[in-house]
């Protein structure tokens, strides 16, 4: 399992970024996909998640604001980020749900084993 963050990068307030995380190494279509993001001084925090039916899931922090798509034919899942805030500052993490875990689930860090590298976001004026 491979996956590759890109996209982060310094936004000012009120602004966009979209997130990119490249996956290989699994059945990318039938998986289930997540964002988390760790604040400086922080733990890691879920911060959304794609089902393989395309459907969606945000932590209340970003709902309205952010917005989780996949790409099946290109191994891809994305996450676009507006009005962005000083507190979304973080390194953000996109991770493959494992297989078979309950649905209901996919907030729950612990249950994820793949994690990506990580891109930065800074957001400040």
């Known amino acids: 399992v491979q996956l590759v963050e890109s996209g982060g990068g310094l936004v000012q307030p009120g602004g966009s970024l979209r997130l990119s995380c490249a996956a290989s190494g699994f059945t990318f279509s039938s998986s289930a996909m997540s964002w988390a993001r760790q604040a400086p001084g922080k733990g890691l925090a879920w911060v959304s998640g794609i089902y393989s039916d395309g459907s969606t899931t945000y932590a209340d922090s970003v709902k309205g604001r952010f917005t989780i798509s996949r790409d099946n034919a290109k191994n891809t899942v994305f996450l676009q980020m507006n009005s962005l805030k000083p507190e979304d500052t973080a390194v953000y993490y996109c991770?493959?749900?494992?297989?078979?875990?309950?649905?209901?689930?996919?907030?729950?860090?612990?249950?994820?084993?793949?994690w990506g590298q990580g891109t930065q976001v800074t957001v400040s004026s």
């Open positions: 991770a493959l749900y494992p297989a078979g875990a309950p649905p209901h689930l996919i907030a729950t860090i612990a249950l994820y084993d793949y």
